[in-house]
Nanobody, 126 residues
Framework: QVQLVESGGGLVQAGGSLRLSCAAA????????MAWFRQAPGKEREFVVG????????NVIDSVKGRFTVSRDNAKNMVTLQMNSLKPEDTAVYYC???????????????????WGQGTQVTVSS
């Protein structure tokens, strides 16, 4: 019922910035908890940031705290991840995901998310 499409990935030098966008089609976007996950080569999928239905509550892992900011525009069915001060360790495929079963969801388990985008590659060079 829901399709998610990420965009905005690319190659940047350490210290640079990227803005990732996730566009949703179908369903009712404003009722979903949204999140960004990432997966680096040889590593497990990792939760990065989450944002509540209204956008008022965010959850950010410590390693990106102060560098990444997540926001959403429900009128545009869009969630955005602004990434600043990028580090080589941020290199990964970044995935947009939607959780649809709860009024509010605080979890970070990728297995509990219902819809996924195809991912966008972020590469940060030293």
């Amino acid at each position: 019922q829901v399709q998610l499409v990420e965009s905005g990935g690319g190659l940047v030098q350490a210290g640079g910035s990227l803005r990732l966008s996730c566009a949703a089609a179908g369903g009712t976007f404003s009722t979903y908890t949204m999140a960004w996950f990432r997966q680096a080569p040889g590593k497990e999928r990792e939760f990065v940031v989450g944002i509540s239905r209204s956008g008022g509550i965010t959850n950010v892992i410590d390693s990106v705290k102060g560098r990444f900011t997540v926001s959403r525009d429900n009128a545009k069915n869009m969630v955005t991840l602004q990434m600043n001060s990028l580090k080589p360790e941020d290199t990964a495929v970044y995935y947009c995901a939607a959780e649809t079963n709860y009024i509010i969801y605080y979890g970070t388990n990728w297995k509990e998310f219902d819809y996924w985008g195809q991912g966008t590659q972020v590469t940060v060079s030293s």
